[in-house]
């Protein structure tokens, strides 16, 4: 079972639940047309379907290696690149003065999201490469964009971000790797690991984007500051000049992503690697965040694009496997889809799919508002809400993601468990999903201890009255009423996290987790109900069950998803305090 892109739904949740005819009237996007957006993401998903997804399989079984001290990708992987950079793909979201497209920011995550889907172990590479151009085009020196964003925008060059070490996992205050300055340039010394597509040979050129520290640098966060590393450094008239000491020491071997080279980075092994420094000295994990952000959103979609994949796959398989009688069942020979139970995960599956993409586009969509609205307080409010739906993305949705996969493999019973069908792929492939970009506690803790507490609770008491309005609105829908109770659920919770950490620091901090799952299926939720209320709107006279089955799986996210938020807020409420209460010795 291959990969087909959800076309009809994405369209749909792009147009009636990500608001994107908002972001397409801003004058930035009047090139958006809804012919040109209906022809991007045709093309993307062709792309997906007949270049990405039959590679899949070849990135797991015959993955990125070191050969003679140089990583060769999987099979395929070079002939797909050149099929992005001659269509000038990876500048979708970027601008015309670099040589990007200067389309929104929520159309280049559909199309991500197909990609993604279809081999999230190749399409880590464009990912990452967006996010190095984003935090350049933002903080870098007139002559450092000039040098570096017209290659990375067309994806002839790759980008990368290191800030990983071997002594300093998600803690950024134990980096060590340090810069010495030397006339107009620094030399860096120090090893990053996890850094995904750290090496390989799809292109004539990688720019490292290092966290590193000053010789004076104060103690901690305070003290990082970020440089360009390019791996061949970058003449005045952009030709390329001398192999830079920052080499791939070794790959790291892994659960899943196996398509994706994961590498150990080695800088100033002899001389010292070249870098520049990106805007002002110690304001670099400042800087690095914009590259963050854009990961933390991207890996959220991963998190989504994988349980799509699954969920396909799951489907399928359900639909041609003849198993026993089903329950009730009055017809002949039916495949396991007809089972209850397989119909329950199954539609588990779809509902809290849909729930996310809603989710994440919207996520998007406020993003494109917050950097090109022409209102500041329209700007500022976009802000506001992309800044609490990040960890959300983030957190919840690679959470469910590897739901999702898991339950892809229990659709297949046994024959999930066995490798040649594909769905153990998924579940490995997504395993990373809730871990790397910040695992699901940083992301919690982001949520509750800086965008919760600092404000008193004023932020995500504005993003319960954007979800209120919503539920406003559906009130003759069953899910409008479910909504209305699960608000003031979070709504008690946020009361309650405010009051806690007067009492004990610890207290939020344990309820992070629950308290971000709660957020998501709340604003899952919220997606549900407007995809459920333009579905209403727009369902006389349709004939292809389309948007009727969107007022059906609004039904069954009401009770089956949004019914855990009552007891997510009991224990975030009454059950934090067991957290801490048992002694160490005693676990």
Known sequence: MTYAAPLADIKFVLEHVAGLGKVTALPVFAEASPDLVESILEEAAKIAADTLAPLNRIGDTDGARMVDGKVQVSPGWPEAWNVLVEGGWNGLPFSPEHGGMGLPNVLNTAVQEMWQAANMAFALCPMLTQGAVNAVESYGTDEQKALYLPKMVTGEWTGTMNLTEPGAGSDLAAIR?????????????????????????????????????????????????????????????????????????????????????????????????????????????????TMMNHARQAVGLQGLAIAERAYQQALHYARERVQGKPTGWTGGATGIVNHPDVRRMLMTMKCQIEAMRGLIYAAAAYVDIAHNHDDAAERARAQLLADLYT????????????????????????????????????????????????????????????????????????????????????????????????????????????????????????????????????????????AALAAQGAAQGATDGFLAAKLVTADFYADHVLSKVDGLGQSIQAGSKAIMALDEALL
């Open 177 to 289: 790797t340090k810069a010495v300055p030397e006339g107009d340039h620094y030399r860096l010394f120090g090893s990053k690991i996890f850094i995904t597509y750290g090496d390989h040979e799809m292109v004539e050129n990688i720019i490292h984007l290092v966290l590193a520290r000053l010789p004076d640098a104060p103690a901690g966060v305070k003290g990082i500051s970020l440089f360009i590393v390019p791996k061949f450094l970058v003449n005045a008239d952009g030709s390329l000049g001398a192999r830079n000491d920052a080499v791939c020491a070794s790959l790291e071997h892994k659960l899943g992503i196996h398509g994706s080279p994961t590498a150990v980075m080695a800088f100033g092994e002899k001389d010292g690697a070249i870098g520049t420094l990106v805007g002002e000295a110690n304001r670099g994990l400042e800087y690095m965040f």
């Open 391 to 530: 960890p959300l993305v983030k957190g919840w949705s690679t959470e469910v993601g590897n739901v999702i996969a898991s339950l892809g493999v229990q659709v297949h019973g046994g024959m999930g468990y066995v490798e040649e069908t594909g769905a153990a792929q998924h579940f490995r492939d997504a395993r990373i999903t809730t871990i790397y970009e910040g695992t699901t506690a940083i992301q919690a803790n982001d949520l509750v201890l800086r965008k919760t507490l600092r404000d008193g609770g004023q932020g995500i008491r504005v993003l319960l009255a954007d979800v209120a309005a919503t539920a406003d609105s559906a009130t003759g829908l069953a899910i409008g009423g479910k909504l209305k109770t699960a608000i003031a659920a979070a709504a008690a919770c946020t009361d309650w996290l405010v009051g806690a950490a007067k009492e004990d620091p610890r207290l939020p901090a344990g309820a992070a987790v629950p308290f971000l799952e709660l957020m998501g299926i709340l604003v899952g939720g919220q997606m549900m109900a407007k």
